[in-house]
């Protein structure tokens, strides 16, 4: 027992959140609740990221006023956790002046006591779908090949941040591990991008060009960089920088960030640069997940493959989506998300697999033994151990792939049972093999979870225990209905 604090990225609020963000959101809250269920104090953050030139553009061009561009898909984000069935304990965005302003600019003002915030003359590039300057090496033919965007000159005055100072410290914490990246992949391409050498970074915007941000503290003629900005929300949500720090004393490090491959410098790089200047402590791990694509593409407005997560919920149901997620993505890499193939899975492994299961085994008891069954446990092999060992080595493909296994075997043990004819037969041994059944599926359900909530809940529901340890079955509609018969 002890404390989880668990954060995804926060989220551009510039459109409807599509499938990537839905997916990051299942891997946090898959983490999130299972900590829960260890007895852990867990706190779980996500929110929306709505400063910047990305977002003023995007308001722009929408006609709106920026406050109000980002409130309504704001709103979208949150219905879309509610959607997903997300147990984010907090939601920050970081347009709140009162919640998040106050941590971000004491978070500056401790970089410039520490002597690490001076003022320069920038000139170079600056992509603004990245949020970033960009070198030539980034470019593919003078372009942003993520944004398919010519990036723009800029030379100006900026604040910049001394990065260069603590380069090698971030390096020490990742190679020692105490700064823990995922995978392994990740952590090499980070030190690769270290030997490369890192320079200072440009910290603030004029004003005059960009106003939509928070404002430097004590020249307002400079807006904060846009991530200097957003990754000092997981802190200013806990309070730091307000009247009241107790959250943020209690929580604070992170001990999972959770983020895609394409921010991982801002992460892996910068934030844990500006935790030690502010003589803050280091997140102790950044878990990278892959990108999501549709037809092998990465999905774009452009190309016109985005997929409406909202959409695929409504049709299939929150669990269903998460299942497919969790399963069919192999976290840590980029995977392919198709409606034929979610198709498939869900009749396959969900409406014939344990949708069947759990009504096969209620109907049989509720039809039989409308009184309840009873039997002694027998070892049905639930991989509780190896279950939980996944789970802490953060492979949660394979703590699923564990239990989908086990529930093939209850399919199995069914086959070899035969309780339908034992009912015939020998009623005391169908009571006995379909209470086991019960008992398992029942057991199973602490495990399933993280990953299926609804469908947890609902075998609690339909598989009822008495006192005497009894177990009476609800008929309940299927939990997976197939889509094919109907
Ligand atoms: N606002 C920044 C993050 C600031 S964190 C202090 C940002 N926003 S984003 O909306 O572009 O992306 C939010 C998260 O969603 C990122 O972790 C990103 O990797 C993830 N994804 C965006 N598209 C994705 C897919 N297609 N697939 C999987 N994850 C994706 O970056």
Request: proline share 4%; charged share 25%; aromatic share 12%.
């Amino acid at each position: 027992m002890g404390k989880f604090y668990i954060t995804t990225a926060i989220d551009y609020a510039n459109a409807a959140p599509h499938l990537g963000h839905a997916y990051e959101k299942v891997i946090a809250d898959v983490f999130a609740r299972w900590h829960r269920a260890q007895n852990d104090e867990t706190f779980f953050l996500t929110g929306t990221d709505e400063h910047g030139a990305k977002i003023a553009r995007a308001a722009e061009k929408a006609g709106s006023a920026p406050a109000d561009f980002v409130a309504k898909h704001r709103q979208s984000f949150q219905d879309l956790l509610t959607t997903l069935n997300v147990s984010n304990d907090d939601f920050i965005y970081t347009a709140d002046q009162k919640r998040h302003w106050p941590g971000a600019q004491k978070l500056w003002k401790k970089l410039v006591d520490a002597g690490d915030i001076y003022k320069a003359t920038y000139k170079g590039l600056y992509c603004v779908g990245h949020e970033a300057f960009v070198t030539e090496k980034d470019l593919v033919g003078g372009i942003c090949a993520d944004h398919q965007q010519k990036p723009e000159l800029i030379e100006e005055e900026n604040y910049f941040f001394k990065l260069s100072k603590y380069t090698d410290r971030v390096r020490a914490t990742i190679e020692s591990g105490e700064f823990h990246i995922l995978p392994e992949a990740r952590k090499k391409e980070v030190l690769a991008f270290l030997d490369e050498g890192v320079g200072d970074i440009s910290f603030s915007r004029p004003s005059k060009d960009i106003s939509w941000g928070i404002p430097v503290p004590g020249d307002f003629e400079h807006t904060m960089y846009v991530w200097a900005d957003a990754l000092s929300n997981y802190i200013s949500v806990l309070g730091y920088g307000r009247a009241d720090e107790a959250l943020f004393q209690k929580f604070w490090p992170a001990d999972m960030h959770i983020i895609g491959k394409d921010i991982l410098r801002f992460h892996a790089i910068y934030w844990p640069a500006m935790l030690m200047a502010a003589d803050l402590s280091l997140p102790k791990a950044l878990f990278v997940h892959g990108m999501i694509l549709s037809s092998g593409k990465k999905m774009s407005k452009t190309i016109g493959n985005v997929i409406d997560p909202i959409e695929i919920v409504n049709e299939y149901g929150a669990d269903a989506f998460r299942y497919f997620v969790m399963r069919e993505i192999p976290l840590g890499e980029d995977g392919d998300f198709t409606r034929e193939r979610f198709a498939a899975v869900y009749e396959g492994s969900l409406a014939h697999g344990i949708g069947n299961l759990v009504s096969r085994v209620s109907a049989m008891i509720a039809k039989n033994f409308p009184g309840g069954v009873v039997g002694e446990l027998e070892d049905l092999g639930l991989p509780k151990k190896a279950f939980g060992d996944a789970m802490s080595a953060y492979a949660l493909t394979e703590a699923l792939s564990l239990l989908m296994r086990f529930f093939s075997s209850l399919d199995a043990y069914i086959q070899k049972n035969e309780p339908y004819r034992l009912v015939k037969t020998d009623v005391t041994r169908a009571s006995a093999v379909l209470w086991n059944l019960a008992q398992y599926l029942r057991e199973s359900r602490v495990f399933l979870e993280p990953f299926m909530p609804h469908t947890a809940h609902a075998i609690n529901e339909i598989f009822e225990v008495s006192k005497e340890g009894r177990i009476c079955a609800h008929i309940r509609g299927a939990l997976f209905p197939s889509k094919k018969s109907t």
